[in-house]
Each structure stands twice: as structure tokens, then as C-alpha cells.
């Protein structure tokens, strides 16, 4: 199994659906993130969480909301699915250091 | 954490040595350069990093300039299974900031 994995691989949903990204980790860390990425640009932060009790904003955090419901999983949804939030969406997971990111495989989102 | 600068793009021919620049002339003593890529649309995968001496592991070595102001990622025998985004980032090691990824610059390796 995958140290972090992403569910759904694909999804395709419409405007104004509310929609939930799932995120879980086998790492063992405590630290949890989501990015998106766009085409032709580079990964955006979107949420992070230290521990549990602990949920940050990102850099591009409207629209979005997340839950940290144990240690392994971090979620994160969007209350009204809008087209511009097409893209792909990346959880990862850390220990302190800045060489200990593990990645999912990604969830391709379309807002139709 | 200190800013990058990076070419958008480079081109590199199948089996020779592949070097990959980054400018991070505002970093700071304890700040360590970290070098990640990801292939076409897969998650970022970690490469290398360090602080003030030249790395090298299985995958790559890391160059920093003696002033730590710039820095070279080599891939001294690079494959097609090289072409992706590499992404120079600068950051204290455990800050507890999250990676800033920026654009990175995309390796196309040519047969």
C-alpha cells in the first residue's frame, strides 16, 4: 500500500456541489498538507496541520475547508464547487525536516 | 523562508550530465536548500538537500556556492525517466513552515 493515499484518483462534479477529498497516511507524521496545482505552474498551498488539534490557512485557502479527524487523515472539501477550482490536488505528509515530504498520487478534479 | 530563482526550462541530451541552477541570494545561515521534482503529474518526489558542503546521494549532487547565495543540482548521467519539474526550495530545516514550491524549472532530456 501507498504511504499516502488519495481518494478519488478522478472525480467530475458540478458547479455548486459540495464536494470531499480524502487523505491518508501509513507514515506515521504528524504533519499533514493539501496543495493544488494548476497546469504549467507549481504546487499552491491550500491547508496544513501540525498535529490534530492544529489546522492553518494556506496561501489560497478560500473555498476550501479541511478536517484533521485522526493522525492519518486530513481531508479536505469544497462547500460549493466552482470551475475555477479544476485542478489536481495533492495531500503530502512531513516529519520536522524540510526532506521528509511524502506525496499522494493526486485527485484530478473538474468543476463542470 | 529566502526566495528562488530558476530557469523556466532546460533541454539536456540522453546520458550526459544534466546541471540545474538556482539562485537564492537573500538566504539565510540556517537555511538549507532542498531540491525535489515531479514527473509529469506524479507527486513531488524528494532528491536532495543541504546547507553549506556539496551532497551527493544515489539520485543527484548538490553544488552550493561557497557565498551560499546559488547552487547546481547535477544529474551526472541523465535518462528520459529524468524529464520532469525540478523545484529548488529554500527553508530552515525544521522551521515548521510548509514547502513553497514555486515553478521550478522543466528538464526535458533528448534522446
Known amino acids: 500500500d501507498a504511504d499516502v493515499t488519495q481518494t478519488p484518483r478522478n472525480r467530475i462534479t458540478k458547479t455548486g456541489k459540495r464536494i470531499m477529498l480524502e487523505c491518508s497516511q501509513t507514515?506515521?507524521?504528524?504533519?499533514m498538507y493539501w496543495y493544488r496545482q494548476d497546469p504549467g505552474l507549481g504546487l499552491r498551498l491550500i491547508y496544513y496541520?501540525?498535529?490534530?488539534?492544529?489546522?492553518n490557512k494556506g496561501e489560497i485557502s478560500d473555498g476550501y475547508s479541511v478536517s484533521r479527524q485522526a493522525q492519518a487523515k486530513f481531508s479536505l472539501s469544497l462547500e460549493s464547487a466552482i470551475p475555477n477550482q479544476t485542478a489536481l490536488y495533492f495531500c503530502?505528509?512531513?516529519?520536522?525536516?524540510?526532506?521528509?515530504?511524502?506525496f499522494g498520487s493526486g485527485t484530478r478534479l473538474t468543476v463542470v | 523562508d529566502a526566495k528562488t530563482t530558476q530557469p523556466p526550462s532546460m533541454d539536456c541530451a540522453e546520458g550526459r550530465a544534466a546541471n540545474l541552477p538556482c539562485n537564492h541570494s537573500?538566504?539565510?545561515?540556517?537555511?538549507?536548500v532542498y531540491w525535489y521534482r515531479q514527473i509529469h503529474s506524479q507527486g513531488p518526489q524528494y532528491i536532495i538537500h543541504?546547507?553549506?558542503n556539496n551532497e551527493t546521494n544515489e539520485m543527484a549532487s548538490l553544488i552550493i556556492t561557497e557565498d551560499r547565495k546559488s547552487s547546481t543540482l547535477i544529474l551526472p548521467h541523465a535518462t528520459l525517466r529524468d524529464t520532469a519539474v525540478y523545484y529548488c526550495?529554500?527553508?530552515?530545516?525544521?522551521?515548521?513552515?510548509?514547502?513553497?514550491f514555486g515553478k521550478g524549472t522543466s528538464l526535458l532530456v533528448t534522446p
Open positions: 537573500t538566504i539565510s545561515g540556517n537555511e538549507y
Open positions: 543541504g546547507l553549506k
Open positions: 503530502a505528509t512531513s516529519d520536522l525536516t524540510g526532506a521528509g515530504y511524502t
Open positions: 507514515k506515521g507524521h504528524d504533519r
Open positions: 496541520s501540525f498535529d490534530v488539534k492544529d489546522i
Open positions: 526550495i529554500v527553508r530552515v530545516s525544521n522551521s515548521g513552515y510548509a514547502l513553497n
